[in-house]
T-cell receptor
Framework: GAGVSQSPSNKVTEKGKDVELRCDPI?????LYWYRQSLGQGLEFLIY????????KSGLPSDRFSAERTGGSVSTLTIQRTQQEDSAVYLC???????????FGPGTRLTVL | AQSVTQPDIHITVSEGASLELRCNYS??????LFWYVQSPGQGLQLLLK??????LVQGIKGFEAEFKRSQSSFNLRKPSVHWSDAAEYFC??????????????FGKGTHLIIQP
């Protein structure tokens, strides 16, 4: 597609449930990033994928968060046993590689009740 | 660790007036600097970026920013704002790979309000 797409656009879940958030990158973009945007913390970097290399997970806030990238393309961010503090907008960005502009998707708004 | 400070949480400017949004960064080496804009319910759009070279960079929508190493600043400017410029503005710094393994570090944002 022309831009980064994310699904779903909105997700409401109950505390303790697992959720999966999806990111479809711009075709040909090898680098993919996940960020979280919340009122209290602002924009936080979570995880980065470069091609098929193992991701840098150091930004993930807890071991309930995990992410994978299939075939160097689509990525899924999974949050297990969701907590209310996980409520935020989750943004995906992709770029053509190092030193290239990051293009952001519209985000997934997650609400944990 | 790198950090970004945007001292102004809110700024109100009259339509047609000039604008300057402040950004200060902390980074141990040569930074890669960015300004993004976010309209309500929208994703982040890149306005401009600085990697190297000319310290005055031009961006989209008539915006420009100047990198001042001595002041650790990267302020965003526009000579005449339009009502459509009302949005949230984020300054960000990336590592020596332009935001590679460490991702981008963002400031808290400045909310721009345009008065008619």
């Amino acid at each position: 597609g022309a831009g980064v797409s994310q699904s779903p656009s909105n997700k409401v879940t109950e505390k303790g449930k697992d959720v999966e958030l999806r990111c479809d990158p711009i075709s040909g973009h090898t680098a993919l990033y996940w960020y979280r945007q919340s009122l209290g913390q602002g924009l936080e970097f979570l995880i980065y994928f470069q091609g098929n290399s193992a991701p840098d997970k150091s930004g993930l806030p807890s071991d309930r968060f995990s992410a994978e990238r299939t075939g160097g393309s689509v990525s899924t961010l999974t949050i297990q046993r969701t907590q209310q503090e996980d409520s935020a907008v989750y943004l995906c960005a992709t770029s053509g590689g190092l030193r290239d502009t990051q293009y952001f998707g519209p985000g997934t708004r997650l609400t944990v009740l | 660790a790198q950090s970004v400070t945007q001292p102004d949480i809110h700024i109100t400017v009259s339509e047609g007036a000039s604008l300057e949004l402040r950004c200060n960064y902390s980074y141990g080496a040569t930074p890669y600097l960015f300004w993004y804009v976010q309209s309500p319910g929208q994703g982040l759009q890149l306005l401009l970026k600085y990697f190297s070279g000319d310290t005055l960079v031009q961006g989209i929508k008539g915006f420009e920013a100047e990198f001042k190493r001595s002041q650790s600043s990267f302020n965003l400017r526009k000579p005449s704002v339009h009502w459509s410029d009302a949005a949230e503005y984020f300054c960000a710094v990336g590592g020596n790979s332009g935001g590679g393994a460490d991702g981008l570090t963002f400031g808290k944002g400045t909310h721009l309000i345009i008065q008619p």
